[in-house]
């Protein structure tokens, strides 16, 4: 049986890295009745995310949970009872393989033991921070319009890491969304449930993903977040974690 994550072990237990949408696998028995070649585009896998994790938590040496089944499967990044969780349609391209799929049997195989995972690891070894890493397309194909940002910083109600975080990325020079491209404040599941919920500060990172197609991208941004995250501990325990 497939696991529900791929877990990668680091000896700096305080920061924990998550990337739900890693992965464009799709099990040999789950029918979504499209192109294959549509497993290569957004709608299916955070395009670069994967890579800057493993990158990320190699050169922090942090533990990483990354979900591997496509997010066309079922979206590891969405309340069990959304209304996109099994997604019929993204960015105009149909997904008929999902309209007469079991609901209740993808989330039990699927989304809760993913979470569970997720949940366990938080209270075996509590982190003092958690990042989630995604990417972004430039523009979505039906009706989109140009996204400048070059990273997006998204939270919902604790701004403890979410502030710096904009405020870092800011002072390196580089176009940051403020919620943005989408807001935290409507779209932010996991960190909701395992960070927000649990009084752990946490941010989501949204790159763009023409930016880290290459390993060259992967590299550079893999480094910035490294900064990024130690001085995110520096804030933290300088201000005490409070939320603001």
């Known amino acids: 049986m497939q696991p529900p994550a791929e877990i990668l072990e680091g000896a700096a237990q305080d920061v924990l890295l998550l990337c739900d949408h890693a ?31 493993r990158a990320l938590a190699a050169r922090l040496e942090t533990p990483a949970i990354l979900a591997t089944v496509s997010r ?38 699927f989304h809760a033991p993913y979470h569970r995972l997720i949940r366990d690891r938080i209270r075996a070894r509590r982190p003092s921070l958690i990042l989630s890493i995604h990417s972004f397309t430039p523009c979505l194909e039906h009706g989109g319009t140009p996204r400048p940002w070059e990273v997006g ?3 919902n109600r604790d701004t403890r890491a979410a502030h710096p975080t904009i405020a870092f990325f800011r002072d390196q020079g580089l176009t940051t ?12 599941a996991t960190l909701n449930r395992h960070a927000e919920g649990q009084g752990i500060p946490s941010v989501a990172i949204e790159i763009r993903n023409d930016l880290i197609r290459e390993a060259a991208g992967v590299e550079r941004w893999s480094g910035i977040l490294a900064d990024l995250t130690n001085s995110l501990r520096n804030s933290l325990a300088r201000n005490g974690s409070v939320a603001t």
């Open 23 to 53: 992965s464009n696998a799709v099990p040999e028995d789950v029918g979504l009745g499209i192109p294959p070649e549509l497993l290569d585009l957004h709608i299916a896998i955070d395009i670069g995310a994967a890579a800057v994790t």
């Open 72 to 109: 066309l499967v079922i979206d590891l990044h969405r309340e069990p009872d959304h209304v996109g969780l099994i997604p019929h349609r993204s960015d105009g391209h149909l997904i008929p393989g999902n309209e007469t799929a079991n609901r209740a049997e993808r989330i039990a195989r």
């Open 153 to 155: 910083v998204l939270y």
């Open 177 to 188: 969304g403020d919620n943005e491209p989408y807001s935290g404040r409507l779209l932010n």
